[in-house]
């Protein structure tokens, strides 16, 4: 199993090829990608439009994943740190906006 950071997965749903972001779509296929609630967060807080945040949240929650915090939390830190930033509030200690 690989963890890929959050700023790869980042790269990859830009649409930038690079090494990295090409073997993601080569492993993705081998089911060998872990993804764990930290990255999730912070790869989903990114999305601006919702259907490219849902889906993301798809693809990623498809992979073998790994409790860190929580997926509720994690998704529901994203969704938060997403709706802020719309009203022109950027929070950095996003994984706190689960509440």
Not at 60 to 77: D, E, P, R, W
Request: with cysteine; charged share 25%.
């Amino acid at each position: 199993m690989l963890v890929i950071d959050s700023s790869v997965w980042i790269d990859y749903f830009n649409g930038k090829e690079t090494p990295q972001t090409l073997f993601i779509r080569d492993y993705a296929l081998r089911d060998q990608i872990l993804v764990g609630d930290l990255i999730l967060c912070e790869v989903l807080q990114g999305f601006k439009q919702q259907e490219h945040f849902e889906n993301a949240k798809e693809l990623l929650l498809s992979f073998t994943y790994q409790n860190m915090v929580g997926n509720k939390i994690a998704v529901k830190s994203a969704e938060n740190y997403r709706h802020l930033r719309s009203n022109g509030i950027t929070i950095r200690k996003t994984i706190f906006l689960n509440k």
